[in-house]
Every structure is written in structure tokens, then in C-alpha cells.
């Protein structure tokens, strides 16, 4: 409806995202490249995927259960990349601290490591919220709107902008939860991750209720916090250990 | 102790990777123009009679069999890459005579040509698209002042960067758009052959654009071309040595356009004074460093990184082309045309020879727009349709 409701739909599901990236990503341009190639290698992954499922869609309609196949095979599959793309940035990760002994610069901060796990996770999630929301609001922009018969309250593009927005989310701070996890062997970080983005999923699949999404969209965002906290968590006991490190020998 | 106060030290995170970026901001913005005023002036392809030498063999009817479109499609490309063949030449030649001043005074010529015609031709749309009151005494004027100003930005060496920089962007978009008129089957085959006439031009010897930049070389002179050049870099630290990449590119417009796409890399360690848009730094070490993986990615060394016009025109040209399906094909390519860029630049780093800078993007870029057509539409939404998401 309108240019007005289809940029507010974009900044919905993107307006968060867009914020960090001003903020964070944009003051160093290697974080830039790193968004990019995060959000390229997701693209790849969809399209991996979704050239697994051609010969099976599309999909009986009212039938939940390939859905979940589905939702499961997908989750699993990103869940390897995710590991897949750690080990890649460890093998970055030493080439910078080389690269930086040989100019004589200090090597990379914790906050460094950090900021490259969140742009990361913001490929992700700006991926995400691209082809899922993104790509589908066009028609927003004319005169009219378009509604799902599942979830009659809201429009659709109403309903998936906030969807995507909870993805965003998740997404891009479980990347920081993740690449810490596997950095420090903690076991805790490195289930809870795929625990995370397997639950989020399966509670899209409520939507396939009538009236479904009145009951999953409200526990998706509740999941999106428990991730934002648990990475608040993390992130601060961190911080705290690597000051407490450095703090002593600079007397 | 005061010394020992802790003083934000700079990290190597703050700069990496700065020259990328400001090559691939401006061809974002090209490829994001092209887009917007492909969905603004949404004109239905089949309908528009737009003739050029690209369409000289076949034009296309929505009639036709997919065969004969193939075919047609085919002739067309095989037309185009021939004149552009025959127009390097010419400018091979005419470069070799030392004609220098013409090969200026017509680039030119064709950057007023592109301003004011194409200019004026997509402004006079976009006003009638908007209902923009204006009348057409105060809309010469406008244009007549902004083709001249852009005529001595793209001339002039000592004219504000910033400004020669917005112009060439222009003179991209303006292009780039007229070629997304082109019948469907035609674009493709068009950026395909385009693409394989780069690769063959600049790695075979016999090939017109390694013959150019040869002589340039050896000649130590710039090709008179349409260049994009990015603002340089400069870094305190003195021991790395400039490194200049350039893609070199004359852009003719009309109907005989003539795209050469180079690609070099140029070690330089002395001052050159007339170039006021590149300040090198004086090296003083060795230039037998071992080269890390990084300075080989073009990460790690300092400079101006120049882009070919041509470069933008087609990369935008297969964004364009995207956006008339859909959006979701317009993400897949717009990464697909970054990641080969970049892939691009790491291999003319560790080659450090003149490189095609086509084939790789718009590989990449037909790839995934067929994938994203055919596999990634439906998959997703089918899935968002029902407000599955994961």
C-alpha cells in the first residue's frame, strides 16, 4: 500500500541491521568485505538448498510434515557451513596476525575478533531478511495489500518483515556466540547455537495453525532475546577476563 | 606511570582493505541506479523499438520459437563483438600513429554525446513518469550546463575528484541503461560473447588490447580512455611500495560502441608529478620482499585502484536485465558481480599481468541469475508463502 508502507516494511525487518552497520560495520572497510562474503556464502547455501528440494516442490498445500523435512534438512545444513565458515576464518585470522607482525602493528584485538564475528552474523541475518522479506515486497508498493488466509489479522508483509526481524536477530549474534564457542572448546556455546536456529525454525511451523502465527511470532522473539542475552552474557564475561589479563603487567 | 597509560593503539582492522571499497562503492551506486530507474520507467521490453547495431542481424518478436531466438540472439552478439573488434583496431592503430590529441578530443566528444543525448532522453522520461513541471527552455539550459560541465570534468586532470567521479558514474548509468532496451535473449547472449572477446583481446598476443597496453608500457604514456579512478590511499607507513591497478577503457557510445576491458598492475617507485591524483610514496626497501597472502590480495599495498567504464556499463547492464524478472535474481547477481570482482583483483595480484576484467562477474552473474530463476525462486516462496522460515 503505498511507497510509504513498503519502505516502512523494509526498514522493519532491516531497520536494526541498517543501524549497526552505520555504527560498526561501516567505519572499517574490511568488516564491509566480511559482510559481503558472509552474506554471499548464505546465498550460496539457499541456493545449494533449494536446488536439493526442486524435484519435491511445490509442496502439497495444508500438509505440514515435508515443511518440517524441510525446516530440519535446511538447519542442519547451515549449521555445518556455520562450522564450515569458522575454520575458514581461523585460517584468516592467523594470515592477519602475520600480516601484522610483518608491519610491526599490534595483532588482532578481542574486540576485533568480535566485530568480525558480528559483521558476519549481519551477512547472515541481512541475507536472510533479503530473500525471505525483501525480495517479496515489491507488490507492497503499489495500491494494495495482500493477505494469508492462515493469519488474517495483519498483512502478509507486515507479518513477514517481523519474522525477518526476529531472524536478523538470531542470526547475527549467534554467529558471535558461535565463533567464540568453537574458539574456546566450550561445549555450552556450541550447542546452544544449532539448539537456537533448529527451535526458531520449528516454531515458524506453528504458523501453519489457523491463526498460528498469533501464538509463534510473540515465542520467536522470545527465542531472538534469550539469544541477545545469552550473547550479552558471553560478550561481558570476556571483556571483563581480557582486561583482567592485561590489567596487572601494565604497572 | 604515565607512559604506561593505555592509549588506544590502532589495530590493522581500522584500514585493511580500504582500496576495495572505494571501487566497489561506485559500482554499487551505478548498479543501484540502473535499478531504480529500470523499476521507475518499467517500460514493457517487447514493446520499445529500440534499434542499434546490436539488433542490426535479428530483432527479436515474442512470437518466435525459443530456437530461433537462440539463433538470432546469436547473429546479433556475433555483430556487435565484430565492430567492437574492428573499432580496437582502429584505435590500435591510431594509437600507434601517436594520434593522441584526436583519441582526447574524441572521448570527448562521446562523453557529450552520452550527456546530453541518453541524458537528456531518460531526464525527459523521468519527467513525464513524475508529472515534474518544468518547461523546456529552463530543461535545455539545465542540460545544456550539466553535459558541458561534465565534458571538462571527464577532460580536465585538475578538475575536483569528487565531481569527475559522480560524472563518469553518470555517463555509466546513462549507458548501461539504454543497453537494458535490448531484447531479452540478445542481453545475455550479448554479456556472454562480450565476456569471451574480453578474455580473447587481452590474453592472446595477437589480441588488439594486450597490443595497447603494450605499447603504452612501453611508451611509459596513458591510453587516452574513460577511467574510473578511486580516490588513493595514504598510508604513513614508508616501506610499502605503491602498487597501480588499472583496467583500461574507451567508451564510445551511439551506435559503434567500443568496449576494451584491461586489467594491469604497475609497480612504481618513483614520483610522478603530473599525475595530481595518485601521490605515491617513495620506497625505500627492496623489492624483493616475499609477498604475503594479503599484499597478494591486494589488502596490504597502498594506491589508487582505476576501473574501466566498460566494467560498470555491463555489470550494470546484467543488474538491469535481473531487475525486469525480479528482485530476488537482482540480490544473487549484484553478489555474484562483487565476488568476482574481488576474485579478479586477487588474480591480477598474483599474476601481475594485464587481466580481462569481464569474464569472471559476468560468468558468475548469468550462473546465478539462471540458479536464482530456476531453483531459489520457488524454494523460497513456497516457504515464505507460508511463513516457514529458518
Not at chain 1, 559481503?36 to 545449494?48: A, D, G
Not at chain 2, 582505476?306 to 544473487?332: C, H, N, W
Amino acid at each position: 500500500m503505498t511507497v510509504a508502507a513498503g519502505i516502512g516494511y523494509a526498514l522493519l525487518a532491516l531497520g536494526p541491521s541498517l543501524s549497526l552497520f552505520v555504527s560498526v560495520i561501516s567505519r572499517k572497510p574490511f568488516l564491509i568485505l566480511t559482510l559481503l562474503s558472509s552474506t554471499l556464502v548464505w546465498l550460496v547455501s539457499l541456493i545449494v538448498l533449494s536446488g536439493l528440494w526442486r524435484p519435491f516442490l511445490p509442496l502439497k498445500a495444508n500438509v505440514w510434515w515435508p515443511y518440517t523435512l524441510l525446516v530440519l534438512s535446511s538447519v542442519c545444513f547451515q549449521e555445518a557451513l556455520r562450522f564450515l565458515f569458522w575454520k575458514l576464518y581461523m585460517r584468516l585470522e592467523d594470515v592477519l596476525d602475520s600480516f601484522a607482525d610483518r608491519i610491526s602493528r599490534p595483532r588482532l584485538f578481542l574486540t576485533d575478533k568480535l566485530q568480525i564475528a558480528l559483521a558476519g552474523g549481519l551477512g547472515h541475518g541481512v541475507a536472510h531478511a533479503v530473500f525471505f522479506c525483501l525480495s517479496l515486497l515489491p507488490p507492497a508498493f503499489g495500491p494494495a495489500t495482500f493477505y494469508v488466509d492462515r493469519c488474517s489479522k495483519v498483512p502478509f508483509f507486515l507479518v513477514s518483515a517481523i519474522i525477518a526481524l526476529a531472524f536478523v536477530t538470531i542470526h547475527t549474534f549467534s554467529m558471535v556466540i558461535a565463533f567464540e564457542g568453537y574458539a574456546k572448546g566450550n561445549k555450552v556455546d556450541q550447542v546452544i547455537v544449532p539448539v537456537i536456529h533448529l527451535s526458531a525454525g520449528m516454531l515458524t511451523l506453528v504458523n501453519f495453525a489457523s491463526e498460528g502465527c498469533v501464538i509463534g511470532v510473540p515465542l520467536l522473539y522470545l527465542v531472538a532475546s534469550l539469544t541477545l542475552l545469552h550473547c550479552g552474557k558471553m560478550v561481558w564475561q570476556r571483556l571483563i577476563e581480557s582486561r583482567n589479563q592485561s590489567g596487572p603487567t601494565l604497572r | 606511570m604515565d607512559r604506561n597509560q593505555q592509549r588506544p593503539r590502532s589495530s590493522i582492522l581500522d584500514s585493511l582493505g580500504e582500496e576495495l571499497i572505494g571501487i566497489l562503492t561506485p559500482v554499487s551506486i551505478c548498479m543501484f541506479t540502473v535499478v531504480l530507474l529500470v523499476c521507475l520507467l518499467n517500460s514493457d521490453p517487447s514493446s520499445s523499438s529500440f534499434s542499434s547495431i546490436a539488433t542490426a542481424a535479428y530483432s527479436e518478436t515474442d512470437s518466435d520459437s525459443p530456437w530461433d531466438k537462440l539463433l538470432g540472439a546469436f547473429l546479433n552478439s556475433l555483430v556487435f563483438v565484430a565492430a567492437i573488434t574492428v573499432a580496437t583496431f582502429l584505435l590500435v592503430l591510431l594509437f600507434y600513429l601517436r594520434c593522441v590529441t584526436f583519441l582526447k578530443l574524441y572521448m570527448g566528444f562521446s562523453a557529450l554525446v552520452v550527456l546530453a543525448n541518453l541524458g537528456g532522453e531518460i531526464s525527459i522520461l523521468l519527467i513525464d513518469r513524475f508529472r515534474f513541471p518544468i518547461d523546456s527552455l529552463t530543461f535545455s539550459i539545465l542540460l545544456f550546463n550539466f553535459s558541458v560541465v561534465g565534458v571538462f570534468a571527464v577532460f580536465m586532470s585538475r578538475f575536483s575528484i569528487l565531481i569527475t567521479q559522480g560524472y563518469l558514474v553518470v555517463i555509466g548509468v546513462l549507458v548501461a541503461y539504454f543497453f537494458t532496451m535490448l531484447p531479452e535473449w540478445t542481453t545475455w547472449v550479448l554479456l556472454v560473447a562480450l565476456a569471451l572477446y574480453d578474455l580473447a583481446a587481452v590474453l592472446l598476443p595477437v589480441g588488439p588490447l594486450r597490443l595497447l597496453v603494450e605499447m603504452a608500457i612501453s611508451r611509459d604514456e596513458d591510453i587516452p580512455a574513460l577511467v574510473y579512478e578511486a580516490r588513493p590511499v595514504i598510508r604513513d607507513d614508508s616501506r610499502l611500495v605503491q602498487r597501480r591497478v588499472w583496467r583500461e577503457q574507451r567508451s564510445n557510445v551511439n551506435d559503434d560502441d567500443v568496449e576494451n576491458n584491461v586489467v594491469r598492475a604497475e609497480e612504481e617507485e618513483e614520483q610522478r608529478s603530473e599525475e595530481i591524483s595518485v601521490p605515491l610514496i617513495d620506497s625505500s626497501s627492496s623489492s624483493s620482499r616475499p609477498e604475503t597472502f594479503l599484499e597478494g590480495i591486494g589488502l596490504g599495498a597502498s594506491g589508487a585502484i582505476k576501473l574501466g567504464l566498460g566494467d560498470f556499463i555491463f555489470y550494470s547492464v546484467l543488474v538491469g536485465r535481473a531487475a525486469m524478472y525480479d528482485l530476488m535474481t537482482v540480490y544473487a547477481c549484484y553478489l555474484a558481480i562483487i565476488a568476482g570482482l574481488g576474485v579478479t583483483l586477487m588474480l591480477l595480484s598474483v599474476y601481475q599481468k594485464a587481466l580481462p576484467a569481464l569474464p569472471v562477474s559476468i560468468m558468475l552473474g548469468v550462473v546465478f541469475y539462471f540458479l536464482a530463476r530456476l531453483f531459489l525462486e520457488v524454494f523460497v516462496v513456497q516457504c515464505s508463502s507460508n511463513l516457514v522460515m529458518f
